[in-house]
């Protein structure tokens, strides 16, 4: 039986952060790895020495001191309350001052803020993951849990795109992924090297052929919200019900908590209502210009 | 033991059309298979065949002086290599090679426009269907062209 997702995401299990939501937590850099040559995945451990439950699709507000806090998505094993990892990309001044971190580095955290992606909710059915260049890390805590728990699932599939064979996150994993757990795994890079032998094209292409039941089937989707738009169209196409695809949305979320309104999508704030949603909650909204 | 008109049915390109006319393209088709690294066909040369790819993957790359072979596209199981064939002046654009062992249905250009001008339903269907590969690869090459990997917001 497949689960009823009418009402939309769950809220993550055990995710709602202890204390002040405002105040930030001291976590220290445990290791670091660099993934490709502009984003690095970190572990992190909290410097009291306790846990930070999360959900899957949930992030936090991630803090360089004297320099700045962005949302990041938390990219770690939602069965390791104990090690928070995030994969963060450089793309601006705090990013920057985040990949730049060695172990021993204290950070600040807040949070888990928002709402994750409700794996629980394709129990019993197929689950198609559709990820776009970093937007594979807040779709990788799925992706465990979903393994975690692998006989209560039907097929799996990854559908992955990235710009070129040298930006592809978790390489290892994913073959591991493949290779071990029967996930169907297709990746796709946009433009290729001379040492690439896989697909070449954009990852919308990869929907067609992927192998899900429509109607019994969870789908969750993150990258640019250019590749979501068409991705969702190609998803829907195929027979999956708005209400069962998930897009995890990005805004410009500063407080983590509904107060300041920075991340406001017409009737959402995108901290607490989502990052993910329910297609059918914001297909309207992801197609008006300058919103 | 399946014939050319089996493989051809049985193809998602022709899912959903009707047998009887899938079945007129058995007598310009036949099997063929390419071993990795084999070229299917090399830029500028005669477009002489509509390629039904049934198993493995194909590369349309294209030489670039001081880049080597820059790929441009794959193509893979389940999907058709070329519309050149029904577009004048006939010729390959690119060259496409097998990334796999590749094992396709190759139809010929000239029986299948031939057949195409004999029986307008037959060629009304095909050109439906070559439209929908146009129409997902231009759609495809239009979204590539936006580059949505590179980052554009700081943080």
Known sequence: MVADVTAGPETGTGATPAGDPLLPRPFRVVAVRRDTHDTVTMELAAVDGGDLPFAPGQFTMLQAFGVGE???????????????THTVRDVGGVTRALCAVTPGDVLGVRGPFGRGWGVADGTGGDVVVVAGGIGLAPLRPAVVAVLADRDT?????????????????FGGELER????????????????????????????????????????????????????RYVADALTTRGIPPHRVRLSVERNMRCGVGLCGHCQLREHLVCVDGPVFALDRVRRQLAVREL | MQTIGDLLTAHPFFEGVDERLVRE??????????????????????????????????????????????????????????????????????????????SAVSVDATCLR?????DPVLGYTLMQRIAQVMYRRLQAARLRMLDVYEADHGG
């Open chain 1, 177 to 228: 992924w493949a290779a071990g757990h029967g996930v169907d795994v297709e990746v796709t890079v946009d433009q290729a090297d001379p040492t690439w032998g896989g697909r070449v094209g954009v990852v919308t292409e990869l929907v067609p052929g992927a192998r899900f039941d429509p109607q019994r089937t969870l789908a969750l989707v993150c990258g640019p919200e250019v590749m979501m």
């Open chain 2, 114 to 118: 031939d057949r195409c001008d004999a």
């Open chain 2, 25 to 102: 393209l058995e007598r310009c088709s036949r099997n063929v298979h390419y071993r990795l690294g084999e070229y299917l066909f090399h830029e500028g040369e005669s477009a002489d065949r509509l390629l039904v790819i049934r198993r493995g993957r194909v590369a349309l790359d294209v030489h670039v002086p001081g880049r080597g072979e820059v790929v441009v596209s794959t193509v893979d199981a389940g999907e058709v290599v070329g519309w050149s064939w029904f577009v004048p002046p006939y010729t390959w654009f690119f060259d496409a090679r097998a990334v796999t062992e590749v």
């Open chain 1, 153 to 169: 699932f039907g097929r799996v599939s990854l559908l992955y795109g990235a710009r070129s064979p040298s930006e592809v996150l």
């Open chain 1, 70 to 84: 962005v949302p990041i998505s938390i990219s770690g094993d939602p069965a390791r309350p104990g090690a928070l």
